[in-house]
């Protein structure tokens, strides 16, 4: 498809779209996704041929509500019950034994499926309406930064997907929390839009699974993603930083709360005016795409605290600096 896609709020159409194996870019809370129906491996295969994903790195089914998980799940343990019924809908990935009717593209051949109910009433609606479980990766090249606005689907996928389902700016603006419960234990995968803590709160002792990559024969092979093209170095302070360093002349400053007065404001962004990590969370992923394209040579950023979200936006800075030919 070539003709640039619409952005638009008519859940007529795309409903209809995805009932006919096309791909439509929906809102949800984290981030936008390219969704395709998770039944169709035609459309399967078009989501990670757009995305330029490899096929060993499974996709997120998306289903309107909790009843839906027995239809795709072989198995729904107590402790996944009540995550579900405490964070659904909501940032909230849930690793699941599979049943078969998942076909092996959306679990990259994996014996489970992850299932998440997302907390947008347009894709609410929308799951509601076409009645189809929608895979969704979020809607970026592979790699690169995360979209948090229909503007960003349309700059970079734009020409290659049908509709764009416009709700607005994510309220999180990280992907959400990924828990496992494939294996013998509960383990936080991936970082997300919902802080440990709150998992804690349902399942105190719950382990941390982070870097793992998925592709088990390339452990760490994922390290770098949510990159911008500009290289961006990570500090854990910023004022001891710029002391001892001496930087490019085009040097962007990515600041959690504080700006750095003898800078440029021009050349400083801050994640969060009210200090907070929500805030923060919320704003990371546009202000990296808006500093990636304002010509900097180099981006500087300021490592978030280590409470609430501020281990999540960490991990993405952290995976965003990560240099190719380091080791
Ligand atoms: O917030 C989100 O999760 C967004 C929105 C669109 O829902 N989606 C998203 O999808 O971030 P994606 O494809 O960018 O990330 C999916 C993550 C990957 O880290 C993938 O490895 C993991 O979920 N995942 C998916 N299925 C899995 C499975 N069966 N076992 C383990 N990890 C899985
Ligand atoms: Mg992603």
Redesign the pocket.
Known sequence: MSAPAIIGTDLNLAAALLEAGKLVA?P????????GNALDTAALAQIFLV?G?PHF??????IPDVHSVELYASAFPEQARALAAKFWPG?L?L??P?KNIIPDL???G?????L?V?NHPLTLELLRKSGLPLA?????PFGYI?PTRPEHVAAQLGNRISYILDGGPCD?G?????V?F?GPKPEI??L??LAPERIREVIPDISMSLR???NPIAPGQ?DKHYAPKTKLVLTGNIRQYLSQHKLPQQTALLLFHHGVPEWPSDAQMILSPQGTTAEAAQHLFACMRALDQAGFALILAEQAPETGLGPAINDRLLRASFQETST
């Open positions: 929906i949800t809370e984290t981030v936008y996704g390219l969704a995305k994903r790195d499974p996709l997120i089914v998306h940032p990935t690793v699941l599979r959306v679990c990259a994996g014996p489970s499926v992850a998440r997302p969704a990766p979020s809607a970026n995360s999180i990280l992907e959400s929390t990924v496992s494939a995968l991936r997300g839009g793992q990559s998925s994922l």
